[in-house]
């Protein structure tokens, strides 16, 4: 082999290992950044809100609360059966709004199964067919898991039970992920 | 020879050109999935401004007041009186409820102002029925958390802070805060000095530190018969300063400036 043929391999090999450096340190950067939501089937409420923090924001509270009333409401039989108008949004839409992992770790099926066991929390029975939904002053308290990732306590004055939903809020184009619900 | 290295060179093109691919492809894998995933529509919120939210709860605790004014449910109203303002006042929710019936069908709500209090939201407003009116101000400790007080008292706290200088004891017994002002009811003991004496006859002569650094002096001077407190004996003062609400939960300090211990007149910070 010629010594221009070697330093030509040489390059190669040395392009080839600070590709494998950039690689390394691509995943362990993702590995360390999405610890908690890595793995969903290890996933537990607690963890979430070990080193949580409370937070008071007004702000927060009405982006928050927005947000979770138009998902609580979109679970009305307004909206789930015959009077679908082109602006109303069905739960079944939300899976769209389910962070990555989440998603990939419910499927569909399993999403429409939590959603409802969580959704089901806030209905108001008119009848065997018609239900409206308790979308009012449902946050008892707010805390931030991580930066921008908020885990709020939600309780039903109407059914006296609990839930829990964690959401992501993107501040940069100012949407949102559901990043847990129970 | 030459054919060896002609193979040579057209592996390593071929290397690089297979090197080059790959990069790409592992590039896509990584940023495919944000070019790909487009967020829907409803999954876009909005952001709130502090003046969103002052206005959002001012509605629903002026349309729920006159609602259960108007519905004569007074005494659900009464519920929510705060307990510091029962036992300030020395009432109790009955007698509040006996004010609210002067009020029915014809109640007006008067316009809201809000002020922050630490993390609270205090919303003020008047009731009027004819020549009947009332200030009630929803204290609120989280959105739908709350409770009232009405005119001027919005809290009070009992048994706050207590620290010691070396053989002068100061502890804060009550603190009263109203829309304006802030009342301190202060317990001064001397603990082992011969005389100690904590004037407060000119309005320098106590002030509170706030904010940034500021300073407000004391509302108006105070006067005792005789100020000298021997060994062991104590004293309670009631000193006021005139500071708005929304700026009461910035206090940090009561300096009195002239405290005379064993003939030397000393400056006091009390941290609160």
Redesign the interface.
């Known amino acids: ?2 010594k221009e ?1 070697k330093k ?2 040489l390059f ?1 090999l040395v ?2 290992l600070i ?1 494998l450096i950039i ?1 390394v340190s ?1 995943f362990n950067k993702n590995a360390s950044k999405d610890n908690l939501w890595q793995d969903y089937s290890k996933f537990s409420y607690a963890d979430a809100y070990l080193n949580a923090t409370k937070v ?1 924001d ?2 927060i ?3 928050l ?3 979770i009333s ?1 998902y609580i409401g979109s679970y009305s039989s307004d909206v789930t059966y015959d009077n679908i108008g082109d602006n109303n ?1 069905t739960y079944e ?2 899976y ?2 389910l962070y ?1 992992g989440y998603q990939k770790y419910l499927k569909k099926e399993g999403y429409l199964e939590t959603a409802k066991n969580f959704l089901q929390k806030f209905m108001i029975q008119n009848d065997v067919e018609a239900y409206s939904m308790e979308t009012e ?1 449902l ?1 008892d ?1 707010i805390y931030m898991v991580e930066e921008n990732i908020y885990l709020c306590n939600l309780s039903s004055k109407i059914q006296q039970t609990n839930a829990y939903i964690i959401i992501g ?2 501040t940069d ?5 559901i990043m847990y619900m129970e | 020879m030459e054919n060896i290295d002609e193979n040579n060179k057209k592996a390593i093109r071929a290397f690089l050109i297979v090197y080059i691919l790959f990069a790409i492809v592992i590039l896509c894998i990584i940023w495919i999935p944000n070019f790909t995933k487009t967020t829907p529509d409803f999954a876009h919120y909005k952001e709130y401004t502090q003046e969103d939210v002052a206005t959002k709860m001012s509605d629903y605790y002026t349309n729920d007041i006159f609602t259960k004014i108007i519905l004569g449910q007074q005494s659900d109203i009464a519920d929510y009186i705060s307990t510091d303002y029962l036992e300030y006042y020395e009432t109790s929710k009955e007698e509040i409820k006996s004010v609210l019936n002067d009020f029915g069908i014809n109640t007006k709500i008067g316009q809201v102002s809000v002020n922050v209090h630490g993390n609270d939201y205090i919303y003020s407003f008047d009731i009027v029925d004819g020549n009947n009116k009332l200030r009630l101000n929803v204290v609120e400790t989280y959105p739908y958390k709350y409770s009232i007080t009405l005119d001027d008292f919005v809290l009070y706290e009992k048994n706050s802070i207590m620290q010691s200088f070396d053989k002068l004891e100061i502890s804060v017994q009550e603190v009263y805060q109203t829309m304006d002002f802030i009342e301190y009811t202060i317990d001064i003991k001397n603990a082992g000095y011969e005389s100690l004496e904590v004037n407060l006859e000119t309005v320098t002569d106590a002030y509170i530190v706030y904010g940034d650094g500021l300073n407000l002096s004391l509302s108006n001077p105070i006067k005792y018969d005789d100020e000298t407190l021997s060994n062991n004996s104590s004293i309670i003062k009631k000193i006021k300063f005139e500071l708005p609400i929304n700026m009461q939960s910035e206090i940090s300090k009561i300096v009195f400036t002239n405290v005379v211990i064993d003939g030397t007149t000393k400056t006091i910070t009390l941290d609160i």
């Not at chain 1, 184009?173 to 992920?177: E, H």
């Open positions: 082999m010629k043929d030509i391999w190669a392009l080839v590709l690689l691509i008071q007004r702000t509270y009405w982006t609360d927005k947000i138009d949004v839409d939300y769209d709004a990555e002053g946050i308290s809020l993107n184009n100012l949407s949102f992920k």
